[in-house]
C-alpha cells in the first residue's frame, strides 16, 4: 500500500480521498436525471474587461418556439440562466451602459444545459480614449483566490486549487501560504484525516495500537502528513521556486488535446513569469513531507528514501488521474466555479 507521507502535494491528499468518493457518487444521480424531450436550458457570465463579474447587464435569449423574446438582467456574480428554453437555435444577446452589445448564437439539443461561459463586454468606441487604471495583479490574484474559496465539489469537498478563469495573475509569496493554510483548516480536510486514521486502524498501520489511544494518534499522524505536504509544497516551496500550485482548468480544443495537457500538468507547472517548467515545489514537497514523518512515525513504519522516492513517482502517476477527472468531470461538480475567458493559459 502507498504510505500516507507519500501522498502528493498538489492539492492535500485528504481532498483526493474524497474527490475519488465524488466521481462515485456523482455517477449514480447523473445516471438518475431524466433528459428532456424537447427543451433545455443556457446559462453564462457576463465580465467586464478585466474579467470582473458584470452585474446588472441586460441579457435578451431569442429562440425558435418562444412566442416573445426573454429578459433577464445579471445578478451580482454577473449569471444568467434561461430554462425550458426549446430546442434549435438561439441567440443571446447582452447589453449595458457604457459597453457594445455582444450577441452569442448557437444550436441547442433536446436536454443539453448550455454553458456559455464568460461572455466579455467590450467598452463602447466612445470611450476607448479614457485611460482607465485597473486592478493591479495582486488585487486580480485575490479575486481569483476569493472565487476558489467558494469551489466546492458537490458543494462540501474543498477544490481550491483549480483556476476557471483564464486570465492568469500570480499569487504572492503569502497568497501561497494563506491557501495552503486555508486549504489546511478546512472542516473537511479534518474529516478526510478521520476517515484515513479509521482506515488505517483497521490495517493497524502505523503500529500506534488498538483502541482510542491508536486511533488518535493515527488521525494526528494522518492530519500532520497532509499539513505538512501542503504546507511546504504549496506553500513554501511554491513562494521559493515562483511557483503556481494551482490547476488551470482548459476545458477548450479536442479531447485529445485536454487529455495531453492533464498528463503534461502532472509534473509540469506554471511560472509566477507565466512560462511552464518542471514543478519542482509538488514534488519536492511531497520528499520533504515524506522526510519529515520518518520523525513521527513508529520505528517500524520507517522505510527510508527508497520508498519516498518511490512515493514520488506514485504522486505523479496520481496526480495524472486527478487532472484527467478536473479536466473533464470535476467542473460539473463544482459548486460556484470561477468564470472562464477564452484565452487560455
Known sequence: MMLPHLRPARPSQLNRLVLFLAILLAAFPAAAQPDTASTGAITGTAVGAHGEEYGGAKVVLSANGLAAP??????????????????????????????????????????????LGAVELTLADTTTSVVVSGASEHE????????????????????????????????????????????????????GAAIFAGIEQGENFPAYGAGWPGYAQRFGQSYA?????????????????????????????SAGSRAWY??????????????????????????????????????????????AFEGAGLGIGFAMVENLAQEFLIKKLTSHPGKRKSQQP
Open 70 to 115: 426573454l429578459v433577464q438582467t445579471t445578478g451580482d456574480n454577473g449569471q444568467f440562466q434561461f430554462a425550458d428554453v426549446p430546442a434549435g437555435s438561439f441567440s443571446i444577446t447582452l447589453s449595458a451602459p457604457g459597453f457594445t452589445s455582444r450577441t452569442v448564437t448557437g444550436v441547442l439539443q433536446p436536454g443539453q444545459v448550455a454553458e
Open 140 to 191: 486580480i490574484a485575490q479575486q481569483q483566490i476569493n472565487v476558489e474559496l467558494k469551489q466546492r465539489i458537490l458543494g462540501v469537498i474543498p477544490n481550491f486549487y483549480v483556476v476557471y478563469d483564464h486570465h492568469f495573475a500570480p499569487m504572492s509569496a503569502r497568497q501561497k501560504l494563506d491557501l495552503a493554510l486555508r486549504s489546511n483548516i478546512d472542516p473537511i480536510t479534518f474529516a
Open 225 to 253: 502528513d497532509g499539513f505538512i505536504a501542503n504546507l511546504i509544497g504549496n506553500g513554501l516551496l511554491a513562494a521559493a521556486f515562483k511557483q503556481d500550485p494551482r490547476y488551470f482548468y482548459k476545458g477548450t480544443g
Open 262 to 307: 492533464a498528463l503534461y500538468t502532472s509534473f509540469m507547472c506554471k511560472g509566477d513569469n507565466g512560462h511552464w517548467q518542471f514543478d519542482y515545489s509538488a514534488i519536492m514537497g511531497g520528499l520533504a513531507a515524506g522526510g519529515i514523518s520518518e520523525l513521527y512515525y513508529p520505528p517500524q513504519n520507517r522505510n527510508g528514501a527508497t520508498v
